[in-house]
């Protein structure tokens, strides 16, 4: 039982997914069958634990439920709103054998709510006498593994770039997808129990992980995300073609300064940032939307439910296609010529394994090109790099317990995974917690 | 070919033309209500008790409903504090004429309730002048705020026995005696309806009970302006008692009267079950007051299908045919025993069936996290089914008979 995503509240920049109210969670809550062994709650990488939260809907139990998802997952309301639920904990559900899944996103959105209205007591404050970790980025994986880590009592620091905490879900995901109270709330829970986020401190100095060592932090947690967008040499130098993370942060931002009425966009690329990117755009007053990707409309990496939206948005499809050309004058692109593609070899789905189909050139007229084609780590994790392994686009390799190989030095989130979902780095972050907790265990018991 | 059965009964000497009745309450409140049911297809009204109000002024209370859910299922149960008619007795009356002159194919059972012998003479002989069919005698009311009437009665052997014999001497009409459930055994009273001359007996009533608390007030619900009572319960939630009070009057060898079934019947296997543990006329309230009187369409048809494709010519055929199967639980047969047959292409894995052998059974079922199945440990399996009640599927868990000389499983439990 799902209501449709109201396209009215994209176009409004209000979150286009409300939470079940009491009655309709009681109701998704019964059709649960409370499996024995809840494949739903072995979906969730974050281990937030769905099967339990559900059951405690079912018997009444609302702040329980609430309790469950933020002790779980301190980003837990964030993931209410944007979890890819149907291709974890709900395409694991058994109901799926007799009717449709469990709404577990729903239920997840109920109880944090819930637990928000009816002020669910804070989250315990640590003692701070288990030692003292530095965390590198106050993005998902770096809270998780705060969170985590505050719940052994060890005295955390986020040393954070920007001004607020929140990564990915604070600057680029538009405010239909999630509104900014859920995040707030979950940074709220964090400092409850005694984080220490400082703003506006970058650790980018060739030194500074060897500094913080020195300066008293047990060990370091990595988790500096992906800040680095990557771009097509084709558009570099023109200033209407822009990276997706500079995009959707001036739109959920600095509306005010962008004037998309009228305009023509094109967005390169078709992941999940792509489809919100063309989302903004649209709702931004676009008149034309674009969306031009390698891969075709059934390999676009996006959910399935982001294309229907986009679908259902009007944005125009021009998958299977690559961009060949610019029109420009005096560094202002006004149009692109693109041709369609196909793959040389099936199923393998980078740029150097598309084949040009002759006769399908087309050409579109635009005002603005969002490239939305990746992200690599920025900077910090390059200067850090003389001393870290790295791999691919320049990410960070770690062992199964997100320990990169030097002592007290620990990475996860997407600056290990090069970029995944919130979910996924929540579950890193409370793994490396309990790496870096056994870590200085060992070290202790071995003095 | 037949598209209806022949669904008409006999009961206490009146064709009914099927035995679906409304029972004594609001839904037969007045005649256009009545009217209305009739056309719905009902065979017969029981008027909403009447009462003199020379004698006893009736105030109902408000609110007075309250509902019993079960999870997100609502409406499981119904509370009431509803009394007898609060309208004068002359209006009903004057209805209860309209409606046997406008419909005197249909059958009106005057329900009335008196305080005195000169009350219950009266009611009889003003619902006989009107043209009522038949009388129920209303013993059973919980809720009746005057202190010697309703279930207060229906609990007095000795008075149930002399007011219906006050009425059976004042009137011709048949007499139904209401008993109320509110009552350890049930017989004695009936039987002291009989003595009185009954006709027949209806039952249940509704069951004394209190579905909900205000947990933030600590008030019983209804709440009527701070309080509430213990009131009388019904729906779906009491078929189970009501059909058991039904089969204690049927097998009852010194009873031997027709019975009126009442007690959460909403549908025709409802109605069916009623019948069968020995019910000849059928009392509907509840399913009414949920979903209107247009639910008779469906019992109509339905238990007409029923008799069609068994090639049941009448119901009398029917009648009572479970209720010969009830035994005392001393008599059961224990060299017969059974044990679960999980149907695994049906199985989805949920596994509750595990849990609920494991927690409240004999640990008689293994759950394989590989392949998501769950499988019977025969040599566990004490055959109670619990696994096959729990399960989602519905037609996934069945059983089979096991050899008695092999099981050891009596030991185990």
């Known amino acids: 039982m799902k209501k449709p995503v109201d396209p009215v509240k994209i176009g409004q920049f209000e979150s286009m997914r409300q939470p079940l109210d009491l009655q309709a969670a009681i109701k998704e809550s019964n059709r649960c069958l409370l499996c024995f062994d809840a494949p739903c709650s072995t979906g969730c990488p974050a281990g937030t634990d769905p099967a339990k939260f559900i059951r405690q809907i079912k018997f009444y139990n609302y702040k329980g439920a609430a309790r469950t998802i933020r002790n779980n997952n301190i980003l837990g309301s964030v993931c209410a709103h944007i979890c890819p639920v149907e291709?974890?904990?709900?395409?694991?559900?058994?109901?799926?054998?007799?009717?449709?899944?469990?709404?577990?996103?729903?239920?997840?959105?109920?109880?944090?709510?819930?637990?928000?209205?009816?002020?669910?007591?804070?989250?315990?404050?640590?003692?701070?006498?288990?030692?003292?970790?530095?965390?590198?980025?106050?993005?998902?994986?770096?809270?998780?593994?705060?969170?985590?880590?505050?719940?052994l009592d060890y005295e955390i620091v986020i040393f954070e770039k920007e001004e607020h905490a929140g990564g990915v879900p604070k600057w680029n995901i538009p405010e239909f997808r999630l509104p900014g109270e859920a995040l707030a709330y979950d940074v709220k829970n964090l400092l409850?129990?005694?984080?220490?986020?400082?703003?506006?401190?970058?650790?980018?100095?060739?030194?500074?992980?060897?500094?913080?060592?020195?300066?008293?932090?047990?060990?370091?947690?990595?988790?500096?995300?992906?800040?680095?967008?990557?771009?097509?040499?084709?558009?570099?130098?023109?200033?209407?073609?822009?990276?997706?993370?500079?995009?959707?942060?001036?739109?959920?931002?600095?509306?005010?300064?962008?004037?998309?009425?009228?305009?023509?966009?094109?967005?390169?690329?078709?992941?999940?940032?792509?489809?919100?990117?063309?989302?903004?755009?649209?709702?931004?007053?676009?008149?034309?939307?674009?969306?031009?990707?390698?891969?075709?409309?059934?390999?676009?990496?996006?959910?399935?439910?982001?294309?229907?939206?986009?679908?259902?948005?009007?944005?125009?499809?021009?998958?299977?296609?690559?961009?060949?050309?610019?029109?420009?004058?005096?560094?202002?692109?006004?149009?692109l010529t693109g041709i369609e593609t196909d793959w040389i070899e099936p199923g393998k789905f980078i740029p150097q394994n598309a084949r040009q189909i002759s006769g399908t050139e087309f050409k579109i007229n635009v005002d603005l090109v969002v490239q939305a084609i990746g992200t690599k780590p920025g900077n910090e994790v390059l200067n850090f790099s003389k001393a870290l392994k790295t791999k691919g686009k320049g990410i960070v390799e770690v062992d199964d317990n997100f320990d990169t190989g030097i002592p007290g030095v620990f990475a996860g989130g997407d600056v290990v995974n090069g970029g995944a979902t919130v979910v996924q780095a929540v579950g890193e972050g409370k793994k490396a917690a309990q790496s870096i907790d056994n870590f200085i265990k060992n070290r202790r018991n071995s003095l | 070919m037949k598209t209806r059965a022949d669904?008409?009964?006999?009961?206490?000497?009146?064709?009914?033309?099927?035995?679906?009745?409304?029972?004594?309450?609001?839904?037969?409140?007045?005649?256009?209500?009545?009217?209305?049911?009739?056309?719905?297809?009902?065979?017969?009204?029981?008027?909403?008790?009447?009462?003199?109000?020379?004698?006893?002024?009736?105030?109902?209370?408000?609110?007075?409903?309250?509902?019993?859910?079960?999870?997100?299922?609502?409406?499981?149960?119904?509370q009431n504090a509803e009394q007898i008619t609060d309208r004068p007795i002359k209006d009903n009356i004057r209805d209860i004429a309209w409606l046997k002159k406008n419909y005197p194919n249909k059958v009106l059972i005057s329900s009335i309730m008196g305080y005195t012998d000169e009350d219950w003479i009266e009611l009889a002989k003003m619902s006989e002048d009107a043209g009522a069919d038949m009388l129920e005698l209303n013993f059973s009311c919980p809720q009746m705020a005057h202190p010697s009437a309703g279930h207060r009665t229906g609990q007095d052997f000795h008075a149930v026995a002399t007011f219906t014999e006050v009425v059976k001497k004042a009137t011709k009409l048949?007499?139904?005696?209401?008993?109320?459930?509110?009552?350890?055994?049930?017989?004695?009273?009936?039987?002291?309806?009989?003595?009185?001359?009954?006709d027949a007996i209806s039952a249940i009533n509704t069951i004394k009970a209190i579905t909900d608390i205000d947990i933030n007030s600590f008030t019983p619900l209804p709440n009527i302006h701070g309080h509430s009572s213990a009131?009388?319960?019904?729906?779906?939630?009491?078929?189970?008692?009501?059909?058991?009070?039904?089969?204690?009057?049927?097998?009852?060898?010194?009873?031997?009267?027709?019975?009126?079934?009442?007690?959460?019947?909403?549908?025709?296997?409802?109605?069916?079950?009623?019948?069968?543990?020995?019910?000849?006329?059928?009392?509907?309230?509840?399913?009414?007051?949920?979903?209107?009187?247009?639910i008779v369409e469906d019992m109509i048809e339905g238990l007409s299908d029923y008799m069609i494709e068994r090639n049941i010519k009448s119901l009398d055929e029917i009648i009572g045919k479970a209720a010969q199967k009830l035994t005392d639980p001393s008599n059961f047969e224990t060299r017969y025993q059974v044990v679960s047959v999980i149907d695994e292409e049906k199985c989805i894995g949920c596994g509750q069936c595990f849990i609920s052998c494991h927690d409240g059974a004999n640990q008689a079922i293994k759950f394989d996290p590989a392949k998501r199945k769950a499988t019977v440990d025969e040599e566990r399996c004490v055959g109670c089914l619990l696994c096959k009640h729990v399960c989602p599927v519905w037609d996934c868990v069945s059983y089979k008979e096991v050899d008695t000389q092999l099981v050891k499983h009596a030991a185990i439990f």
């Open chain 1, 192 to 335: 409850d129990q005694g984080v220490e986020i400082r703003h506006k401190s970058a650790v980018e100095s060739k030194d500074a992980i060897t500094n913080l060592l020195k300066d008293g932090y047990d060990a370091v947690f990595i988790s500096s995300g992906l800040s680095v967008p990557f771009k097509l040499g084709l558009l570099d130098g023109f200033t209407n073609a822009v990276d997706y993370i500079a995009f959707l942060r001036k739109v959920k931002f600095d509306r005010g300064s962008i004037n998309l009425n009228g305009k023509n966009v094109a967005i390169i690329g078709g992941g999940s940032v792509a489809i919100d990117s063309a989302l903004s755009a649209n709702a931004a007053g676009a008149s034309k939307v674009y969306l031009i990707s390698l891969e075709h409309l059934d390999e676009l990496p996006a959910d399935q439910e982001e294309i229907n939206l986009a679908r259902l948005m009007n944005i125009i499809f021009k998958a299977g296609s690559q961009i060949t050309g610019v029109n420009a004058h005096e560094k202002i692109i006004s149009g």
């Open chain 2, 231 to 294: 009131t009388g319960f019904s729906g779906p939630s009491v078929k189970p008692v009501a059909l058991r009070f039904v089969s204690d009057l049927y097998n009852s060898k010194p009873l031997q009267l027709p019975i009126s079934g009442v007690g959460g019947i909403e549908t025709w296997i409802d109605a069916l079950q009623f019948l069968l543990l020995g019910a000849t006329n059928l009392q509907v309230t509840t399913g009414i007051l949920r979903y209107g009187y247009r």
């Open chain 1, 87 to 151: 291709k974890l904990c709900e395409k694991q559900c058994s109901v799926k054998a007799l009717e449709d899944p469990i709404n577990i996103g729903g239920l997840q959105r109920f109880a944090s709510e819930y637990g928000k209205t009816f002020a669910l007591e804070p989250l315990e404050k640590s003692k701070k006498n288990q030692g003292k970790i530095a965390i590198i980025g106050g993005g998902p994986a770096g809270m998780s593994c705060a969170s985590a880590l505050a719940k």
């Open chain 2, 7 to 78: 669904l008409s009964i006999n009961f206490c000497g009146i064709k009914f033309e099927n035995p679906f009745c409304l029972s004594s309450s609001p839904v037969s409140n007045h005649a256009e209500m009545c009217a209305r049911a009739f056309d719905a297809g009902w065979g017969g009204i029981v008027y909403k008790t009447l009462g003199l109000e020379k004698s006893f002024r009736v105030v109902m209370p408000s609110p007075r409903l309250s509902v019993l859910n079960y999870m997100d299922k609502r409406f499981v149960g119904l």
């Open chain 2, 174 to 198: 048949p007499v139904m005696a209401k008993m109320t459930p509110n009552i350890t055994d049930m017989l004695p009273v009936a039987l002291a309806a009989k003595d009185g001359g009954a």
